[in-house]
């Protein structure tokens, strides 16, 4: 017998219940489905795995069912649901899913996106699907054509996966507009549900997705209710400086690893999820050399997509242990069997711990666990205040975009496509519906218009004193600036490094050199430090240092930034420790109330206050929540302020303007979320004098200061260049290293362009209004400062050092056998899809390590003659069927022409074919060449591969220029 809340549905639906399984209805399903069969608006909220997809989805197939009885055949037909996600993986995923229900219901189904061939392009245009699934940029490209917006017209309902990726972001901007633009078509409304993992300011998020004018019942199953979660801060034992010598690393990197290890084991399958991708592939390499056989995937989204849909279906299938993972694995990608999820590092956020913790073991009353494995005590202290906040709901504001301009102007050009002529009045009342452009005022409209009106070539014509803007008559212009700029996603440049010898030494991200790319300024890359010297051509010319003092990982750029609440509570326990132990508390005592609030082991809080209780057995001021302390280490000043990353990096972009004005010589600054490091050797600069400094700058309107500092600095040129991008305004491979940029940019000030990139930069990379309110504080005397003599530096300092300990940088003279070392395990852990090229039956994605040579033949024909590449199977499988069509050989392809080849390059050299073909960009033809050369497995063998990668790198980066 059906449950109650299945009861309500049609037969067909009821049958295809039975037939899946469904018992019982999860909580979201419970919730959700009578305000949905209701004809509301509605915003679930659930973690990952809890039925949210079928919450939604059902009652929607049960109202279509019965709308389609009721009409007559040669009635009007069309797309009656858009079923909109954020990736194009993600529709690959839900599709197998979302193709059940409906081949089961004999409804049709179709999925459109930037990959979706012209044969099923023009196949929906002939008779279009009921349900469509697609991203937010395909709904813009669809939403002009002449035909495909005639089947929009017939769209009853649209549910949006994932609202919290969108929501926070001008992708989000640009969908709200696009969905006002739908309704504006069909001159009608249309009900819309939104499933999110867990997010702050449900309301806000509610208000976004259905639009300003509209209800939404807001749904809301927090993962905190049934959540486990630990903070882990290992020391190291015996076992571990064992370990690390055999991976060449520090025992307290081991101590992690055998951590993590040991918890993977005890489960039955794991995500370790960290905070940037080359973490990721750190720790991949880590456990890579440690031991193959302890099969743990690498998953991000630089990989190739044969490696991650190899990681994913082994996984699903169960060959590996779990997978290292960035934020690529966050979204609902179902992976079965997960039950534990550890995130590496603290997660710097409450709702990014909730949506990662909730992917795991979440079946009908079970508890998603997880844990959290730090490095040091900022680390471990700044979790356990993200746990606490998580246990109790006390989550992060969702901060939506207001205003995007460069979204707008992209908007009105979508409008001009739909219809020829519009009055403000008529275009406002169409954009002020979307939550984003509640306030928008027609001041703002008329900029926007002013800038593609002044442009050439020319996208609008308009009258301020008629009110109205028009399709301008050459109107080839408008739809190439519509068509290729769909996607609201920067495209973030790479800069090739080079040694003064011209040798590749890596690749940094534009976020990277945006902050950090200064002549002069020291980088980690690869286990060295590095020099800046100078930018040129897209590349970055850099020399080989000994000394690591103030050198930053190459990976910061890409870190995400730690919110004021999250770095004040942090200094709030720190003074707690400190008032406590005035009074005469123990520390032990101290430790056990700690205990009772933030959930981890005595000896992980014991480890977290270590440097705090020294520094106050030493007699020093402990930096809180209510002081600043200042003191000297090396050739810096640090401030210990625990302010967060956007506050601390305004408060260090206004102290290093006002010393370089005031010096006349630039000063170095670094900032994370607890300290601003000012690099001040040449000034001879003291802590007093610095204390004098923010005094001053106490005392006065902050605003003007920090915007000319904000525009001076390389951040807001990187945001310049990518609003410039979506403006059409400046070319895609336009880079921060282009001589001319500083006047460019000057020409733009006072136009939309200039005004939307200090928008941004203000809402991304700094926090002035956050740093006004701490200067007001300080210049009350609320928020005090308080120097540390000596140059020795205090226990607190030390945690740079603990801090730069974790870069892990590695001795000249064992660098060699270090990286062939590593490599030769990255290359065994290559996944590869190997293709019968006797048959051209058999395609299989294989992982180089699991292949055993002698037995790999194909399983339908029983040739030898396998080839491996790196494209996906399906894209093979693709290939073979159009190179059949075509003539009766198998030859003329790309594809097939290099499969056959890679066939005899495995037969004549073995593994050692593999291992050159799975080079990162290596070519069959690089491989061929690297195989005359060394036919063994062997360190030669793959320091010629290196080599042959590092041609890759330099091929690609020439071509570029």
């Not at 959540?227 to 064992?242: F, I, L, T």
């Not at 940088?809 to 070392?821: A, G, N, Q, S, T």
Request: with cysteine.
């Amino acid at each position: 017998m059906q449950p109650e809340i299945f009861a309500s549905f049609s037969n067909p639906i009821q049958r295809a219940i039975q037939e899946k399984g469904f018992s019982t209805p999860t909580e979201p399903q419970i919730k959700a489905i009578p305000s949905i069969i209701e004809g509301k608006n509605v915003l679930l909220i659930a973690p990952t795995a809890t039925g949210k997809t079928e919450a939604a989805l059902l009652p929607v197939l049960d109202a279509l069912i019965r709308t389609e009885r009721k009409e007559k055949a040669g009635t009007k037909t069309g797309i009656k649901v858009l079923y909109i996600t954020p990736l194009k993986a993600l529709n690959r995923d839900m599709l197998e899913r979302l193709q059940w229900w409906c081949k089961g219901l004999d409804l049709k189904l179709g999925v459109r996106h930037g990959d979706t061939s012209t044969r099923e392009r023009e196949a929906q245009a002939m008779v279009p699907p009921a349900i469509l699934i697609t991203t937010p940029e395909t709904l813009q490209a669809i939403l002009p054509g002449r035909i495909m917006r005639q089947h929009l017209t017939s769209v009853e309902w649209v549910i949006v996966d994932e609202v919290h990726e969108l929501a926070c972001d001008k992708r989000g901007s640009q969908l709200a507009l696009a969905l006002e633009r739908l309704r504006y078509l069909k001159n009608a409304d249309f009900q819309v549900i939104g499933l999110s993992a867990t997010i702050g300011s449900p309301e806000r998020v509610a208000k976004f997705l259905v639009g300003t004018e509209r209800d939404c019942e807001i749904i809301n199953v927090p993962v905190s209710r049934s959540m486990g979660v630990e903070v882990y801060y290992p020391r190291a034992d015996s076992d571990d400086y064992k370990l690390a010598r055999e991976l060449y690393t520090y025992p307290e990197v081991a101590a992690r690893l055998r951590l993590m290890r040991s918890l993977v084991e005890q489960h039955k399958s794991t995500l370790i999820f960290t905070n940037t991708r080359s973490i990721t592939e750190i720790l991949g390499s880590r456990f890579r050399v440690w031991d193959l056989n302890f099969l743990m995937g690498v998953h991000h989204g630089s990989l190739s997509k044969p490696t991650r849909i190899g990681v994913e279906k082994g996984i699903k299938e169960g060959k590996l242990h779990g997978i290292i993972c960035t934020s690529s694995l966050e979204l609902g990608i179902d992976i079965g069997r997960l039950d534990f999820v550890i995130q590496y590092n603290s997660p710097r956020q409450v709702t990014r711990l909730l949506q990662r913790i909730g992917r795991s073991g979440h079946k009908i009353g079970g508890i998603a666990n997880g844990a959290i494995v730090v490095q040091d005590s900022d680390d471990a202290l700044e979790a356990l205040v993200i746990c606490r906040r998580a246990l109790a709901e006390d989550l992060e504001p969702a901060s939506i975009p207001e205003k995007p301009l460069d979204v707008l102007a992209h908007q009105i050009a979508g409008l001009l496509l739909m219809k020829r002529r519009w009055s403000f009045d008529e275009a406002l009342n169409v954009i002020k519906k979307a939550y984003p452009y509640r306030e928008l005022e027609e001041q703002e409209l008329v900029t926007v218009l002013n800038y593609m009106y002044s442009r050439i070539p020319r996208l609008v014509w308009f009258s301020g004193e008629d009110k109205i803007f028009l399709r301008p008559k050459q109107i080839k212009p408008l739809y190439s600036y519509y068509f290729e700029h769909l996607s609201m996603i920067p495209e973030e440049k790479h800069f090739l490094v080079v040694d003064e010898g011209e040798k590749p030494v890596g690749v940094l991200d534009e976020a990277f050199v945006a902050e950090y790319g200064n002549p002069g300024n020291k980088f980690i890359e690869g286990g060295r430090v590095w020099k800046i010297l100078h930018l040129y051509g897209g590349r970055i010319y850099v020399k080989h240092e000994d000394d690591p003092t103030g050198s930053i990982p190459s990976w910061v750029g890409e870190e995400i930034p730690v919110p004021y609440e999250i770095a004040e509570e942090v200094g709030k326990i720190r003074g707690y420790v400190e008032t406590e132990l005035e009074i005469g508390s123990e520390v032990d005592e101290i430790e056990k109330k700690l205990l009772k609030e933030y959930p981890c082991k005595e000896e992980t809080i014991t480890r977290a206050l270590d440097e705090v209780v020294q520094q106050i057995k030493m007699g020093y001021p402990v930096p809180t929540d209510k002081l600043i302390t200042l003191e000297r280490w090396n050739e810096y000043i640090i401030l210990h302020c625990s302010f967060g990353l956007l506050a601390n990096r305004t408060f260090a972009m206004l102290i290093a303007t006002l010393i370089s004005d005031l010096m006349g010589v630039p000063v170095g600054v670094q900032q994370d979320p607890y300290r601003i490091m000012l690099k001040v050797g040449e000034t001879k600069l003291e802590p007093e004098e610095i204390e004098e400094i923010i005094l001053d700058l106490s005392s006065k309107p902050i605003e003007k200061l920090a915007l000319k500092a904000l525009v001076r600095s390389r951040l807001f040129k990187r945001r310049f260049i990518h609003v410039a991008r979506r403006f059409g305004a400046l070319a895609k491979d336009a880079s921060l290293s282009d001589i001319d940029l500083d006047n460019l940019i000057r020409s733009f000030e006072g136009s939309a362009v200039f005004d939307e990139a200090i928008r941004e930069s203000q809402d991304k990379d700094v926090d002035i209004e956050l740093t006004a309110r701490l200067l007001k504080r300080i210049n009350e005397g609320r928020l005090k400062i308080a120097v540390i003599k000596g140059k020795e530096g205090s226990p607190i300092a030390g945690i740079v050092e603990v801090i730069k300990r974790g870069y892990e940088l590695i001795p000249p003279e064992r660098m060699h056998r270090v990286i062939i070392k590593y490599v030769k395990a990255r290359l065994l852990d290559e996944s590869l899809t190997f293709v019968c090229t006797n048959c051209w039956r058999y395609a299989e994605i294989m992982r180089i390590n699991d292949v055993e040579m002698e037995k790999l033949q194909c399983p339908e024909c029983k040739s030898n003659r396998i080839g491996a590449l790196k494209a996906d199977e399906n894209e093979i499988r693709k290939e073979i069927r159009k190179s059949r069509s075509k003539v009766k050989s198998m030859k003329g392809s790309k594809l097939i022409t290099e499969a056959i080849k890679s066939a005899e390059l495995i037969s004549t050299y073995g593994k050692a074919a593999l291992l050159s073909l799975a080079g990162k960009g290596v070519k069959v033809s690089d491989a061929a060449e690297i195989l005359k050369k060394e036919k063994a497995v062997n360190e030669n063998l793959v320091e010629l591969i290196i080599d042959s990668e590092k041609e890759v790198l330099k091929r690609r980066f020439y071509r570029q220029r």
